[in-house]
């Protein structure tokens, strides 16, 4: 990078970094502990990008993402839990469904999460913002609004709790509102209608589902 003549990079993190949070809402200044290896994974390059700051004078802007949904990713593996809940309920299979889905989670429509890099590109040094929405929903009501949208219901596939699931996680946003104005402006409902009619209108999807999903 320091060869390339880069001199700013904006890099995708994760609240994973965090693992299980002493308190909530989520600050940036919050203990860095990551609970599995994913978090493991982006909090060793933050240190890492931390660094190149320090040393080389990069500037570096950090954007923890927390859920982030929306449409797209069609292709596999289909790893986040609204796309498998809205893949599965179109198709009228089971959802599969880890704790009961009682855990917490802030999720963040695509488009916002977009508008937060456009607005980071005039920061500079190093600075670590999270992005979400300040909510937090739990999974098993965001797979209801599923329904209520489409109109029926499919059943549940309970799989128990999962190993480095956190039971509940949801951002301050604050900081980057201070920074550059950012709010989240799409709510879950209407960003799970986009991201419903966007599954609907792929002419691929049953097939795209069974293959990379079930």
């Known amino acids: 990078m320091k060869d390339s003549g880069c001199k700013k990079i904006i890099f995708s993190s ?37 660094s190149f700051h320090q040393n080389f004078g990069f500037d570096v802007i950090i954007l923890r993402y927390f859920n982030p949904y ?24 089971p959802i599969p469904l880890y704790w ?28 670590v913002f999270n992005i979400g929405t300040e909510t937090g929903v739990k999974v098993k009501d965001v797979i209801q609004e599923i329904f209520q949208i489409v109109g029926y219901k499919v059943p549940i596939d309970d799989l128990g709790q999962r190993p480095g699931d956190v039971a509940a996680t949801y951002a301050s946003s604050k900081k980057l509102a201070k ?7 799409v709510n879950l409902k209407e960003g799970l209608r986009k991201t419903i009619d966007y599954y609907k209108s792929q002419d691929k999807f049953p097939k795209t589902l069974v293959k990379s999903f079930f």
């Open 14 to 50: 994760s609240a994973c970094v965090y693992g299980t949070p002493d308190k909530l809402p989520i600050k940036e200044d919050a203990p860095i502990k990551p609970d599995n290896p994913y978090g493991a994974t982006k909090a060793s390059i933050e240190a890492f990008l931390q």
């Open 70 to 93: 929306g449409p797209g990713r069609m292709y596999p593996p289909i790893t986040h839990a609204i796309p498998n809940f809205i893949k599965a309920t179109l198709a009228k299979k």
């Open 179 to 185: 920074a550059v104005g950012w709010k989240a402006n």
């Open 100 to 127: 009961q889905g009682e855990q917490i989670r802030d999720f963040i429509y695509i488009e916002d999460l977009a508008k937060a890099h456009i607005d980071v590109l005039g920061l500079f040094g190093y600075q």
